[in-house]
């Protein structure tokens, strides 16, 4: 899940300050985890050791305040009894890498994902996007070229893939909502030629840049396998005990599937 963690690391500095190149500094001084970061790294830690999502996602964004949390996962934050409140925004396709790389047998991959998202994002387009994004990670790392996991993406969710990020460069707004950064998102993906490319292009192209990396990395880095390790450590850098602590014991286990 450590792509994943690099593309929020990475985008932290760019989602308000769009950068439409792929000539840029990967790291500076200010690049730190966001949201992304801390909700999949919650997502990890329920994967590990059980408990339930929403009372785990409250209890780490309590945790970790001011990193960027949508309005409305701000408000449920403090609810003592929370509900899902029928959201389609991204946050549900951003913390579900873990989920991608957890599990063996696509159907449970799938559930999973589900029951991630809906905790809070219950919407049909909340939940498709956290699917769609596990699918495309779990398929990654069953080595399936890009042609095939473009057409699986297609056809379950019904994603427009047709854009190319040229295209998208010109056109891309900010927008927060998984119709509007997932796919994106993986497309980034399918047209990267390595880790890094993938990470670039997913800043190049504007929009919420760090959840679009964030879930862009998370498919590269299970479909390419190998990251740099400077990149892989000057992210370690900017984590907290907690976070590496979790990291090391999720990636140990996802290993072995």
Same mark, same amino acid.
Request: charged share 25%.
């Given at each position: 899940?450590?792509?994943?963690? %690099? ?16 000539? +840029? ?7 730190? +985890? ?9 997502? #990890? ?5 059980? $408990? ?8 780490? @964004? ?5 990193? &960027? ?19 389609? &925004? ?9 989920? $991608? ?9 799938? @559930?999973?994902?589900?029951? *991630? ?30 042609? #095939? ?17 040229? +295209? %998208? ?22 047209? *990267? ?8 292009? *997913? ?9 679009? #990396?964030? %879930? ?5 880095? @299970? ?19 907690? +976070? ?14």
């Amino acid at each position: 899940m450590i792509g994943a963690i %690099i593309g929020d690391v990475v985008g932290s500095v760019y989602e308000f300050n769009n950068h439409r190149s792929k000539e +840029f500094p990967l790291f500076k001084a200010n690049s730190d +985890f966001t949201d992304d970061s801390v909700l999949s790294f919650t997502t #990890a830690k329920v994967l590990l050791d059980g $408990g339930d999502y929403g009372a785990t996602y409250q209890q780490f @964004a309590r945790a970790y305040p001011h990193r &960027g949390y949508g309005g409305r996962f701000r408000r449920w934050i403090k609810l003592d009894d929370p509900k899902p409140y029928n959201s389609f &925004g991204n946050g549900s396709a951003m913390r579900v890498s873990p989920v $991608g790389f957890a599990f063996p047998d696509l159907e449970t991959t799938l @559930a999973e994902a589900r029951h *991630s998202a809906e905790v809070t994002h219950n919407h049909p387009e909340g939940i498709k996007g956290a699917q769609a994004v596990a699918l495309a990670i779990w398929m990654a790392r069953q080595s399936v070229d890009k042609a #095939a996991i473009r057409r699986e993406i297609i056809q379950q969710f019904g994603y427009d893939l047709s854009r190319d990020c040229e +295209f %998208i460069r010109k056109v891309n707004k900010f927008d927060e909502t998984c119709q509007g950064s997932v796919p994106e998102a993986i497309t980034c993906f399918l047209e *990267s030629i390595d880790f890094e490319d993938c990470i670039r292009l *997913s800043i190049s192209i504007g929009g919420d840049s760090d959840t679009i #990396a964030c %879930i862009a990395g998370g498919i590269a880095q @299970a479909y390419y396998g190998e990251i740099p390790g400077w990149i892989v450590e000057e992210t370690r850098a900017r984590l907290p005990l907690e +976070f590496l602590e979790i990291l090391d014991r999720f990636e140990e286990i996802a290993l072995r599937n």
